[in-house]
């Protein structure tokens, strides 16, 4: 490359990237601080945190986006850089991370593979409970179950040497096959390693998986499972009478993604057991936020072909939404209660969901949806859209795709609006 470019072009490209670098750095340092906090002993605080930290990237950036229009093709020397680097990484180097942090001594189930996937974290105490929750997801998506029973390894052992910690690990899952049906069916991975959570990553990556489900008191604090994992995670709090309470579900609706995802839980659940659903939200908006939020209820009930399902508002008397929230979810003595995380952007859960799982008798689901909040999205497409906005061509076709789409949701939304999708009673 240095023969057939210009070496002004590939040293500014490596100024590019190292400014890409410092902008990463300064993101790294935020991060690190949210997820860690006061558990690391810190060498040197930036003062004014996050301010610096936040200046340091625009300067950064700006630097960067600078020599995108002062030199364009340094950008695409760097990107290509970039790209060469990420599929190494990608196709080669994560293998032999996997490998060497979190090792997979056992891995046993079907040769064919199917596409959608949940991932249950083993623990004997739990496990068969959990199932019943992977059993009415893959019945509903077509998909496959995994198992992953994680031994963790003392820090003063190698791994490399560590291969016979993996056998009560393989013998427990011996004995869990035994106690549920159609057991091969299912697929069963032990991982050593010395960080529990670097293998449920390790494993969600490598596996593909689309679904997690794991006991909530494992995913509470675990800020780094939470920040880097790439599927929906499903986090159970359990109580005594599991099984009766899931031919009772209600949903408690805050207005964000994760209550859709509950959504899609609670219909997969109730077909899969000829459960009851019942939706409850908390009434704290304005009168004109709240009916768009209660048309959102209706249109995924519409889309989830969810009909006849009773909705329940709430008016709390203070700030403290949980009090009557707690009231009526003690309305039915058998009931499985699923809430979203929240829409905290600061915290994995917001304070009523763990308010909620706190002071709750009942089981009590905790969904979190991994993709990109609604906020986020439309921040990029309006950065997006202005872009086409200067390319006639592209804009044109933008412009008619937005007008089909819009005739689109006309169409479906026409008569959606009626007694059968939404019968609502209000208390």
């Known amino acids: ?48 945190f996050p301010v610096f930290p936040i200046i340091g990237m625009i300067v950064a950036a700006g630097l960067a986006l600078y020599l995108l229009f002062t030199h364009p093709q340094s950008w695409a020397i760097a990107i290509a850089w970039i790209l060469l680097g990420f599929f190494i990484y990608k196709f080669y ?28 974290l083993y623990n004997k105490k739990t496990a068969t409970r959990l199932l019943k929750i992977a059993d009415a997801i893959s019945h509903e998506k077509e998909g496959e179950i995994s198992f992953l029973n994680v031994i963790k390894v003392p820090i003063q052992v190698p791994l490399t040497l560590a291969q016979e910690f993996g056998e009560p690990g393989m013998k427990s899952f011996d004995d869990f096959k035994k106690s549920i049906e159609h057991s091969i069916r299912h697929r069963y991975l032990v991982r050593l390693s010395h ?17 997690m489900i794991v006991d ?19 986090g159970v709090k359990l109580r005594g009478g599991f099984e009766k309470d899931i031919q009772n579900i209600v949903v408690s609706y805050d207005k964000g993604r994760h209550s859709n995802l509950g959504l899609e839980l609670a219909t997969m659940l109730s077909k899969f057991y000829n459960s009851g659903i019942r939706i409850v939200r908390a009434v704290v908006e304005p009168p004109e936020e709240e009916l768009a939020i209660l048309n959102k209820i209706n249109e995924k009930m519409f889309d989830l072909e969810l009909k006849k399902v009773p909705f329940e508002k709430v008016y709390p008397v203070s ?23 929240g829409n905290q952007s600061d915290q994995a859960f917001s304070p009523k969901t763990l308010e909620i799982v706190d002071r709750s008798k009942k089981t009590v689901f905790v969904v979190r949806n991994h993709r990109f909040s609604e906020f986020r999205t439309r ?19 933008y412009i008619e795709a937005l007008h089909l789409a819009h005739l689109v949701k006309a169409k479906r939304e026409k008569g959606r609006y009626d007694e059968e999708y939404f019968d609502a009673k209000i208390s």
């Open 379 to 397: 921040t990029f497409w309006r950065l997006l859209s202005s872009r086409l906005e200067e390319n006639r061509y592209l804009y044109r076709l």
């Open 216 to 234: 909530f008191s494992f995913l509470r604090n675990n800020r780094k499972l939470l920040s880097l994992s790439t599927c929906d995670i499903i």
């Open 93 to 120: 180097i994560s293998k032999k991370e996997q490998e060497h942090y979190a090792p997979t001594v056992f891995n046993q189930g079907p040769e064919e593979r199917k596409a959608f996937r949940i991932l249950v």
């Open 1 to 48: 490359m240095a023969l057939s470019l210009d070496l002004t072009s590939i040293a500014i490209a490596a100024s590019v990237m190292f400014l890409f670098l410092f902008t990463q750095v300064n993101m790294a340092s935020i991060t690190i601080r949210r997820m860690h906090g006061k558990k690391l002993k810190y060498g040197f605080k930036t003062p004014f």
């Open 319 to 341: 700030s403290n939404v949980v009090i009557k929230l707690l009231e009526n979810f003690g309305k039915k003595k058998s009931e499985v209660v699923i809430a979203g995380a």
């Open 195 to 211: 960080d529990v959570t670097e293998a449920v990553l390790a494993t969600v990556e490598e596996q593909g998986i689309n679904t």
